[in-house]
């Protein structure tokens, strides 16, 4: 789930208020745009673009890696569908409030097809100084300034935090993947880890988390065997038990998708996990000057 | 949402599930003329929680006279946090086991997921925790639907009943699942009667919030959520608004920003008053949002985090400040703001209100927390 400037992307509802809006400042940021969809529209330009009737008439005229959608929640299942029809190999759905019986279907219909899913209910991919799709701030410099961390939130507020805190203690992004808040989603914490970990240009990784489901504790699982260092914040911890904090994702049900239980899984696995997002960057400082010593004391051996 | 178990069970019988003769009832009395007309009964309180016989809430009446007094007894009782208001009386059914099913929303598999237990009766964490031997679960293609041959070959060997059916009445359940856009539809206990027939004798069902919007005829059958006042008047407005007990306000965009407020408010020695995020479509209504944290007295202190993502702080703060401006509360405020349109807001806080925004969101909190520590000090 990695892209890189050379991602065409089509933008699904891209005459929409905010199709409109955020398409434009994806195009300005270098992300290869080719175009967008509207059935109602079809043949015509907007911002300069070709507008095609589906995702399935734009792969027939041009070369199309991702799909990003603004689509209200319950065109979502069929607007997915078309784009995986049409062969396009990776869909961020930003939509919130998509029905969970609609994302089991299309995430079932992706698995067959071997298409990557990112979201739904998320803000989107940015590799920082590339390319971005979604609605992520990935043009300001202060929150995404070019550099090593890779950065994997559920939440885009909260993964835009701790971006900023990480760039404002000197360090920079590498790409950053939000996953999404719902319950049920295409791409998991541990998908996104394993990513990250692969990733040349990701040295070490913020692992933001929330309370509510195992994704974290699976997650933990997978640093275990890293070299890269991890850092994380789980929010939540204040929330009260059996309430639903916003994201659909966030609820607590007895000791399952607890803050503790997700902290004691991440320390067992090595990753240092801080109290507030603020204290993420120290912990990989440290982390990656440790290694740096160790890497330059065998060299020398 | 939540059903009561007496609006969850039409959704199974439209589906050719069979449920016992009952009637609705809000006074003894109609609980004993229901009890008249189907004869040994139960006595069952409606409240959209489990562990209601435990509680006490769940009696069999032999005769109406017993229907009346157990329905005197039970309505009115409180069951975690619940106020009984209605009573479902039910006819008795000659038990000869007792099954557990249900389909959920599964996030590992990522797909519904349908489980069977031919140990019923009992709460399900507990037997997937203490017999997980006894829980057979399957997941189900959500784009083909359920298909018997494979449900019955995955059954355990040993069924109490005929494998046809079981499988029979699982199809049924998956349809009633589907049907309803549920996160969970659950039959605890499923019963096998003395003269061989299933039959649900009770019935859990969560409806998918994201789906009320196409499933409304339903939805008009849930529990709605119990909020306060102001909490109602957060939901009129569009907002996901809860009341806390603390002094420091949050007003936060973004559920995981205003989650991770609430824990440093906590982390550094405080306690936040509320919940309340307004990112997504809401980030626009920064005002009625702040009217709705300072219309708590017991609020001290107001912290400000915005971190713009799809959401502008531009906007948010313009809100915040006009907000400000025209109530002029009588509290310390104090803001952080970063992300999209920072360089906008952050020149409004300081020329509008004479502040300065901290540009560590540990700081401004840390400040938050000492100013309300300060004022509930004060009064």
């Known amino acids: 789930m990695i892209i890189d400037r050379s991602t065409g992307v ?46 399935k008439d734009a792969t027939g005229a041009r070369k199309i890696d991702a799909a990003v959608l603004f689509i209200p929640p319950f065109g979502v299942k069929d607007a997915v569908l078309d784009a995986i029809d049409a062969g396009i190999g990776k869909i961020v759905c930003l939509t919130e409030h998509v029905p969970v019986h609609d994302t089991m279907y299309v995430l079932a219909a ?18 920082a100084g590339q390319t971005f799709v979604g609605f992520m701030p990935a043009f300001n410099p202060r929150v995404f300034r070019p550099g090593d961390i890779g950065v994997v939130s559920r939440s885009g507020s909260l993964g835009t935090l701790v971006c900023l805190n990480l760039v404002q203690a000197g360090l920079g992004i590498s790409s950053f993947v939000g996953i999404g808040g719902d319950p049920i989603i295409g791409t998991t914490t541990r998908d996104a880890l394993e990513a990250l970990d692969r990733d040349p240009n990701t040295k070490a990784v913020a692992l933001v988390g929330e309370i509510g ?4 504790e699976s997650a933990a699982e997978y640093a275990a065997g890293m070299t890269k260092p991890v850092a994380a914040f789980i929010a939540g911890a204040a929330s009260p038990p059996g309430k639903k904090m916003g994201h659909a994702g966030a609820i607590v049900m007895g000791k399952k998708g607890s803050y503790a239980g997700k902290k004691a899984a991440l320390e ?11 204290g993420i960057p120290d912990v990989l400082k440290a982390a990656l000057a440790r290694q740096q010593r160790v890497g330059t004391t065998s060299a020398q051996r | 949402m939540d059903f009561e178990e007496h609006a969850a069970k039409p959704v199974l019988r439209a589906a050719g599930i069979a449920t016992p003769d009952s009637g609705l009832a809000t006074t003894p009395e109609a609980a004993a003329e229901i009890a008249q007309r189907i004869g040994p009964c139960v006595v069952k309180a409606q409240v959209p929680t489990g562990k209601r016989g435990k509680a006490g809430g769940i009696k069999l009446a032999a005769n109406a006279d017993e229907a009346r007094a157990h329905a005197a007894s039970i309505l009115g009782m409180s069951i975690a946090g619940h106020v009984v208001g209605r009573v479902l009386v039910e006819a008795q059914v000659p ?11 599964d996030p590992v598999s990522k797909g519904p997921l349908l489980l069977f237990s031919a140990e019923g009766g009992m709460d399900i964490e507990e ?24 449900v019955a070959a995955r059954l355990p060997d040993e069924l109490p009943c005929p494998r046809d059916q079981l499988v029979a009445l699982l199809g049924q359940l998956y349809q009633a699942y589907a049907a309803s856009d549920a996160e969970l539809l659950e039959i605890n206990p499923l019963v096998l009667t003395k003269d061989g027939r299933l039959v649900a004798l009770d019935c859990k069902l969560t409806l998918d919030d994201s789906a009320i919007p196409r499933r409304q005829d339903l939805a008009a059958y849930g529990t709605p959520d119990k909020v306060t006042a102001l909490e109602a008047r957060g939901k009129e407005l569009g907002l996901k608004f809860i009341e806390l007990e603390g002094q420091v306000g949050v007003l936060a965009n973004g559920a995981g920003l205003t989650m991770t407020t609430m824990d440093a408010v906590r982390h550094f020695g405080g306690a936040p008053s509320n919940f309340l995020e307004i990112g997504g479509e809401s980030y626009t209504k920064a005002k009625p949002a702040l009217e709705l944290v300072l219309s708590n007295p017991e609020v001290k202190a107001l912290l400000v985090n915005f971190c713009g993502a799809f959401a502008r702080t531009d906007v948010m703060a313009e809100g915040v400040i006009s907000a400000w401006s025209e109530l002029k509360p009588d509290l310390p405020i104090f803001f952080t703001i970063h992300g999209t349109g920072e360089d906008e807001a952050i020149a409004m806080v300081r020329e509008r209100l004479g502040i300065e925004p901290y540009d560590l969101m540990d700081d401004a909190v840390k400040a938050a927390v000492a100013a309300a520590n300060k004022g509930s000090a004060r009064t």
């Open chain 1, 10 to 55: 089509l933008v699904m509802g891209i005459t929409g208020k905010q199709g409109t809006f955020w398409a434009e400042k994806m195009r300005d940021y270098g992300t290869q745009i080719v175009g967008g969809t509207n059935p109602k529209r079809a043949g015509e330009r907007h911002l300069d673009l070709p507008v095609w009737a589906s995702a």
């Open chain 1, 110 to 127: 992706a698995r067959e097809r071997g298409v990557r899913i990112v979201g739904p209910n998320t803000a989107g991919l940015v590799t």
């Open chain 1, 213 to 216: 489901g195992t994704m974290e």
């Open chain 1, 268 to 278: 067992a696995a090595g990753v240092i996990v801080s109290p507030t997002p603020n």
């Open chain 2, 95 to 105: 038990i000869a086991t007792e099954m557990y099913a249900a389909v959920l929303n």
């Open chain 2, 127 to 150: 037997l997937a925790a203490t017999r997980p031997d006894a829980l057979t679960s399957i997941p189900i293609d959500i784009r083909h639907g359920f298909k018997s041959t494979e």
